[in-house]
Structures are given as C-alpha cells and as structure tokens.
C-alpha cells in the first residue's frame, strides 16, 4: 500500500512538474519520505525524476539557453557536492526539520508576499549555491532555481528547457554518486520500476496543462502545496 501510494503521489507531483519545470520533487518529497522512509525516497525519485528529464533534454536541445545553462551548473554543482556530503555525515532528523522550515518559508514568501524586483547578479549566485546544496540534501533545489532563473531566462520555451537540462546533469551525478555509496536498495528499485510508466504519462499530462492553463494561478496552487509537504516534515519531526 506504501508503495503504491509513493507511487500516486510522485505521479501528481510529475504533473506539476511537467507544467512548471521545477516543483515536483519538493513537493513529493516529504510525503514520500514518510510513505518509505528518507533513503528509498531519495534515491528513487532522483533516479525517476532523471530518467523524465533526460527524455525531456533530448527533445528539446535546440531550445535550450546554453550561456545560462553553463553559468547555473557552474555555481550548483558546488552546492550538490555539500549537500550531498552533509546527507551523509549530519543528522537526518535535523536535516529533515531545517528542509520543512525552508520549504515553508518558500511557500508563504511566493504565495503571500511575491515581488517582481529582480535579484542583484551576487545575490543570484548565492541562490544558486543554495539550489545546488538543496538539490544535494533533498533532490529538491527547484524553488531556488526558478528565483534565478524567472528573471534570467525570460523566454517561456527556453526556460522549461534549460531548467531541466539542469536536473539532467546534476542527477546524473547524484545517481551515480549515490549507486556508488550503496543507496540503491531492491526496495528503491521496485518504487523506481512500477513509477516510470505512470510518472511518463503525468509529465505528457503536465506538458499538456501547461498550454491551458494561466501559469499564475496554478503557481499559487504549487506555492500553497509546498507549504503543507514542509508542514508534514516539521509535523513528523516533532511527533519523532
């Protein structure tokens, strides 16, 4: 039954993702994580969110900001790097916690007090390095990327593009990484194996969605739900 509703629920947060390009994992995370545990979760929606991205890379190449690109990977894969190393050396429970506070804090600022004003060039950095750490801890360093690039790719069909050629390459390397350090388990496996099908379909509903519907309500929407998947991570933090 935990398998099956992991597998629900990364299938909804693919939908978002399909539609804004960067969403989902923040989203699936913390339910997954306490459907099947940190571990499983990590891994197998890395792997799945990988898997998606790279079909999505490859047919969109041409569209693709390369400058941007090169300048985002060039800041995140510092951020990955720690990340990563901070997943495998620091307390996950306290982890957990700080991750559900950041989510949060993303969710309210973007859905009670947006602003337009674009971010100074080192500022933009800083957030960049952030994605990248997020991205390493919890597979989930989209909110801080669409801060950068909403105003550093303007175009709506280069924007999708880039952004998930980011997730192409920065999941390569954490899938690799994280083979390597023994995270796939058979149990990471199964989750992987029965959510491509259904994940695949989300994602061509999510492109499909995204010609409907108006961006701006839908993001409120997105922004609402990061705030109740943080909730449930600080939420199971203090029943621990």
Known sequence: MRKLLFVIV???????????????APIAMPPCIALVGISDAKSAITFVFWITSLVVTAKNLKNIDYK???????????????????FSHL?????????????????????FFPS??????SMGYVVLLLAGLMQGLFTSGGPFLA?????????????????????????TYMVISM???????????????????????????GKVLNKKMKQE????????????????????????
């Open 10 to 24: 990364l299938s909804l947060a693919n939908i978002i993702q399909g539609i804004t390009g960067f969403a989902g």
């Open 68 to 86: 941007n690109l090169g300048i985002i990977l060039g800041f995140m894969i510092f951020g990955v790097i720690g990340g990563m190393w901070m």
């Open 91 to 111: 307390p996950l429970n306290i982890l957990m916690l700080a991750y559900g506070i950041v989510i949060i804090l993303i969710g309210v600022k973007k859905l």
């Open 116 to 121: 337009e004003k674009k971010l100074p060039k």
């Open 147 to 171: 801060l950068y690039s909403a105003d550093a790719i303007k175009d709506k069909k280069v924007f999708r593009p880039t952004v998930t050629t980011v997730w192409t390459v920065l999941n």
């Open 179 to 205: 083979y390597r350090q023994g995270m796939y388990t058979k149990t990471s496996w199964i989750l992987v194996a029965a959510s491509i099908v259904p994940v695949f379909g989300a994602v061509w509903l």
């Open 217 to 240: 309500t839908f993001l409120k929407l997105v922004f609402a739900l990061l705030i109740l998947s943080g909730s449930l991570l600080v939420y199971n933090y203090i029943k621990l």
